[in-house]
């Protein structure tokens, strides 16, 4: 295979990641989840394709005189988005695993204010302090 075909196919690869990385980005930050379980494996299986076409470049013979030019620009700039666009999911989804309560879960009462509430403190003979 040639190198503009072989970095045609990685183009079209690196787009297809592209656009996984960006629904990943809308996910986290709207849904404030993590991507369901056949999101992630198509997106492995996505990766393991990348992965197969960066060693066909690799392995491919050297020819004199042979450039990527335009293509490997193009491939190398989507790849440096797919990078900050990783990171920036990677920082997003550890925001969401952090964050124990979910806009649906109720808030739970401190022990403070419950015990306010109840007059315990009142009764033990504690102040009872502003929150």
């Known amino acids: ?75 190398r700039e989507k790849s440096l988005q797919i990078l900050h666009l990783d990171r920036e999911n990677e920082q997003l989804l550890l925001r969401c695993s952090l964050n124990p309560l979910r806009p649906d879960q109720p808030v739970p009462p401190s022990s403070a204010g419950a015990a306010r509430a109840y007059g315990r403190a009142a009764a033990a003979g504690r102040p009872i302090t502003p929150p």
């Open 1 to 75: 295979m040639s190198l503009p075909e072989l970095l045609t196919r990685h183009l079209v690869l690196c787009e297809e990641l592209h656009a996984l990385a960006l629904e990943e980005n809308r996910i986290l930050k709207l849904e404030l989840r993590a991507p369901d379980a056949a999101w992630r494996e198509r997106k492995q299986a996505l990766a393991a394709r990348f992965e197969t076409s960066v060693a066909d470049l690799k392995a491919r013979p050297r020819v004199a005189g042979e450039h990527g030019g335009e293509l490997l620009e193009r491939a």
